[in-house]
Every structure is written in C-alpha cells, then in structure tokens.
C-alpha cells in the first residue's frame, strides 16, 4: 500500500479537479483524503485499482423517498461509516448533510439536485445516487434511474408511504428494480415499523410490481444515530445491516459483452468543469472505453457527432478519479465532447465507427405543466442593483439551463425581451429564479399559469390534475375542505390519522390551476399547522369556467417618490402592507393587501404639512405595523393574472401589469 503522504498528495490533486455542480462532490474541502485512520474492511480497496473493479462486485443503487423522509441524512451515515473523511475533525467541518452542498439545498432543506457518490466496503463498490423528494423535481429523479439497477426506498416510520413514496417507487418497479425498503426514523417514540412496512406492501401491490419485487428486504434504520437492524428491536451499532442488505439484495450490472466495439453509454447529466469544459456524465451498459479514444454521439434519428476523449474519470468517494479505462456496469464522467447533451449515446468511433453499436433510447422525461414567463426589467427602478440586465443574457442563461436539466422547457414569445419557461411545478420554477438572482440577474416574472393539451383521441382540451394529501388537526379540517370545494376538488379520501395524534388526512384530486397560491391560504386558514403533499397525477378534461383566485385586492402606489412613514400611518387602515418607510415606489406598484376585494391607490408617499402653529394632539403618535416580508415563493403565490413580480439582487417588487392596464384603458367617467 502507498505511504499515507502519497495518498494526501494524490487525493489533493483530485480535489483540486472536482467541480462543484451536478453527480460531483459538495465542495473541494469535503473530499476524501483517507489517511491512517482507515477500517480494516475497507483497506481492501485500497489496491484496487478504481475503474477495474469486476462488474459483479459494483452495486449502482438511488436512494428515493417523499421530501423529509430523510434520504440525505441516512447517505450522510453511510458516508461516515466508510471513511470518507479522514477522521471526526474532517467530518464536523463538512457538517450535517454533507451532499446538500447548494446553498438553497441547506436554506430550504430539500435536495434539488441529484448527486453521485462511491464507496468502497468490503471489496465491494457501491456507487450512491442521492435523489430529490420533492414532486417538482421529479425529472431528476427519472434522469438517475437510468444509471441504477437497484433503488433503497426510505420511508418513515411514522408517516410511512406518501403521495411521492408512489411516484419514484412506480418509476423504479416498470424499469424492473429491486426495492430495498428502509424504514427510518426507527429511534422515534411513535414509531410504528409494522403499520409502514403493511402500507409499502399496499402500495406495491396496487402499482403492479412483480412476485421478485414484492418480496423485498427491510432494513430498519436511523440515519441521525448511524445505526440499522433486520429487526426493529435488534439493531446494531452501525450500518453493517443495510450494507450487507444491498450486496446481497441489489443485482450487479447486467453486462453482454466489454468489448471496445459494443460500448453504449448513456449520458444522464451534464457538469461543467472550468478547465476542462462540459462533461458528460454516464453509466456504461456494454462494452469499454479508454482515455484518449476516438468516440461519437449517437441519438436515434439524429447525426452523430464525433471526437476525442480528453480525460475519463469514475466517481470515488465524495470526488472522482481519473482512469485510463473503465468498462460496462461503472459510472463515468468524461469530457473532449463540447456538443455532448443529456440522451446522447457514447459510442466507439474507431475506425470510422464501422462496427459500432447502435444508440440506446434517448431519456424519457414527463412534459412539464407550469409555465412562467420571464423577461426584461422595464419598470423606473429598474437598472439599479443588477449586473445581467439584457435579454441576451436572460437567454443565453436560460438555454444553458437546459443543458442539465431535462424536465425544464424554455420557448420564446412574440415578445424579443420575454420567454416562456415551464417546469414541473411552482417550486421547480421558483428555484431557477432564485438561482438567477443570486447570480446577478434582474428579471421581470409573469404569474404561473397551467399547461393544456388537446387529446388528440377524444379532441377535448385536458388539463394537469394534482393528488393532494393534506395532514392537520381536526379542528381545521372543515377550513381545508372548503378551501378545496371553492377551487373545484374532488374528495377522495378522508379520516383520523392512525397515529393518534388527533391529525385528520385529508386527500383530494384538484386541478393545478387551483392548487395556484392554494398554500399560503391553507397555511393561514389552518395557523400554520397543516401538512401539504401534492404530486401531479395525470391529465383531465378541462373544468369549464375560472376557478377562485385570492379573495381580495392589491394596495397600489399612488405615485412615484419615496414611501414616508406619514403615509403608511393613513395606508396602514386599508389592509396590510408590504414596504416601510424609506423605500422607493412607483405608480401602480403594490404595496399591500386591500382588505376588501378590489384594488386601492393609496398615497403612501404623502408628507406631513410643516407650519408654526401648534397641535393640541401633538404628543399622540401612532405606531406603524411592521411589513409583511415576502419571500420569492410567497410573491409568486401571490400574483393575480394581471400582475408581474420584479426580481433584482436585492429586493422583491411586485407591481400591475402596465400591458394589461393599458388594454383596459381608462376613459372619463370610469373607475
């Protein structure tokens, strides 16, 4: 074995090439330097050289889950028990759920970005998808399964399957995959381990699964503890169980053939690398590949586009390794191809690629069902703050999105300064933006608005319907129903949670439309104690009519200036408001909530009149209500069909749309 100053100087060279977005490691400071530290059963990797391990000992898996079920956190305890980090001190400094390495990932406490890892344990490699849980971001999800031959489903141990528990298991079952089910969350008090694993089985049942992946193996865990069992009484101090559970349970590749000629790689992600430039992430279904040869990508239908490899790694721990070969059942990345795109085939061009292997279907990724629109800032503040400001760069920004990823759709208008972004959700849209932002980009955003499709059997416009489940104390239970009736749901299910927490769940069937700023008004109506999952279902006939936008109306800015606290004492009885004193305004710029419907002018701008004379009230003063703060989710929840959202670096501004007032026009006489 290398002396431990060879492996530090070596590893700190492949930290230095890690990149920092995408299937790679959360930052350069979290790679692996393995010193001396390192078990006895994972010292038989030691020489080993990556990239030559036999197929039959690589286990490609994904953890899937609901949001919350608490996927990151159990890789987190996988992590730590395989000696990714050096010793404790590397492994408090990369902190607690070290694969959420975006910044939204760890405000939000969600995984938005799928993300690949290696660990090596007992001779075996076991490469570690680590998927989203949220609905929105499903297609990362189905991007991932592509590369795996087996899925850890984690559910917890109280909540057990939720709405997203079936979307990612029926995407794993019609692919074929065995299920290893996890159940989480084992150390808490309520824990009902025997009621979840029943409910897993349901649930397989109903979405088809075959006899083999009905009868799946359970492995009780806790990932905050690091520790897992057979039993949910008889758990040990690590997480032996559940390692020995995916060697045993999850197939190895399946492999033809490692000849040179049958290489067929699928390439399932995109990175970029700043010195090395865009490079294709893969899983090798047959065949081999080698640093420096000659290549092409293949799609059925579509020219192939040919070159050279320049550098070819496989994943290693938290980073990736550079190899000189690599063959069928591993995961690459590799880079030399500039033109590679997500559903490309990597295919051998040797020889003019005259025994080639034909492409593999492209990814499948469902068409997505929000679409936003985003432009060019014009309102008068305007200018100020950002440094992307042009609708050249909005739109070189948006289609490099598109290079990772798949489930987002960007189109462009009639408009030359506006497009049409749509997505799979509020949330999937919401976190583009956002992302922008922070980049430095000022955009002005158009209200959500559904996608309809004609069906081309029947010839009837259909719209995207959602399945809700919604978890809240009994004595908000009729608010969340009439909430849903006036938004044109449909009950499918309703009663006590079985707990006996005195939670009532709560199911309905509503069109996506309606779930439009359903959230905030639900969160309010039930005090902040309901529990919302909603995952899209499928597509419907279209309800005829509008279906209840928010009850009441905006209050605007009277006129341009700076807001005084003078007048937001007299605004402040109208509704409330959004901005304080000392913010810049603009007409029509809204500046609060009316409390009756309709929209208000409201002078907030308005100063106090100075003279000599005294008051007999001039020692009464009146306290000013502190601002609602909105977050970008929020305001996008909030937008009518006839206001846009201004997003600069700084600030959120929302104001009407000066388009649509002026169709509206106001003559004499009217109001």
Known sequence: ??????????????????????????????????????????????????????????RNIAVIAHV?????????????????????????????????????????????????????????????????????????????????????LVVDSVEGPKPQTRFVLDKALRRGMKVVVVVNKIDRPSARPDYVVDKVFDLMMELGATDEQIDFTTVYASGLLGTSGMEPDEMSGDMKPLFEAVKDCIDPPTVDTT?????????????????????GIARITNGSVRNGQAVALAQPDKAKKTGRLTSLFVFDNLGKREVDVASAGEIIMFSGLDNVEIGDTLITNEGGGANAADPLPPIAVELPTVRMTLGVNKSPLAGREGKFLTSRMIRDRLFKELDRNVALKVEE?????????????????????ET???????????????????????????????????????????????????????????????????????????????????????????????????????YRPKISGD??????????AFE???????????????????????????????????????????????????????????????GITAPIVLSLDACVEYLASD????????????????????????GKGKK
Request: hydrophobic letters at 40%; proline letters at 3%.
């Open 413 to 433: 208008t009639e408009s030359a300064d506006k497009y049409a972004v749509s997505g799979r959700g509020q949330l999937h849209l919401t976190v583009l933006i």
């Open 643 to 666: 206001e846009i959202l201004e997003v600069t670096p700084s600030v959120f501004r929302m104001a009407k749309n000066p388009e649509m007032m002026g169709k509206k026009g106001k």
């Open 436 to 538: 922008m932002r922070r980049e430095g980009f000022e955009l002005e955003v158009g209200p959500p608005v559904v996608i309809y499709k004609t069906n081309e059997e029947t010839g009837k416009v259909e719209e995207p319907f959602e399945m809700v489940e919604v978890r809240v104390p009994e004595e908000y239970s009729g608010s969340v129903i009439d909430l849903f009736n006036t938004r044109n749901g449909e009950l499918q299910d309703m009663g006590l949670d079985d707990g006996g927490e005195s939670m009532s769940v709560i199911k309905y069937l509503i069109p996506t439309r309606g779930m439009l700023g359903l959230r905030s008004e639900m969160l309010t109506a039930t005090r902040g104690t309901a529990i919302i999952d909603a995952v899209f279902d499928s």
């Open 68 to 152: 919350d079920h608490g996927k990151t956190t159990l890789v987190d305890a996988l992590l730590r028990q395989t000696n990714v980090f050096r010793d404790e001190a590397q492994a408090d400094e990369a902190g607690e759920r070290v694969m959420d390495s975006e910044d939204q990932e760890r405000e939000r406490g969600i995984t938005i970005l799928a993300k690949n890892l290696a660990v090596m344990r007992d001779g075996f490699k076991i490469n570690i998808m680590d998927t989203p849980g949220h609905a929105d971001f499903g297609g990362e999800v189905e991007r991932v399964l592509n590369m795996c031959d087996g899925v850890l």
């Open 259 to 279: 000849e040179g000629d049958a290489l067929q790689c699928l390439v399932s992600n995109i990175d970029y690398d700043q010195f090395k430039g865009k490079m």
């Open 560 to 622: 341009d200036g700076t807001i005084t606290s003078f007048g937001l004492e007299n605004a402040q009885d109208r509704g409330k408001l959004f901005a304080k004193a000392g913010d810049e305004t603009y007409k029509n710029m809204i500046v609060g909530i009316h409390q009756r419907p309709g929209d208000l002018a409201v002078n907030v701008c308005k100063t106090k009149q100075l003279t000599n004379m005294r008051s007999a009230t001039k020692g009464i003063t009146v």
């Open 1 to 58: 074995m290398a002396p431990y100053w060879k492996q530090a100087a070596a590893l700190a060279a492949i930290s230095a090439l890690t990149a920092v977005n995408g299937f790679v490691a959360p930052s350069a400071s979290r790679l692996s330097t393995c010193g001396p530290l390192c078990m006895a059963e994972t010292a038989v990797a030691e020489d080993m050289k990556i990239g030559e391990i036999a197929s039959d000992n690589i």
């Open 547 to 556: 279906i209840q936008a928010r009850d009441k109306g905006s209050l605007l």
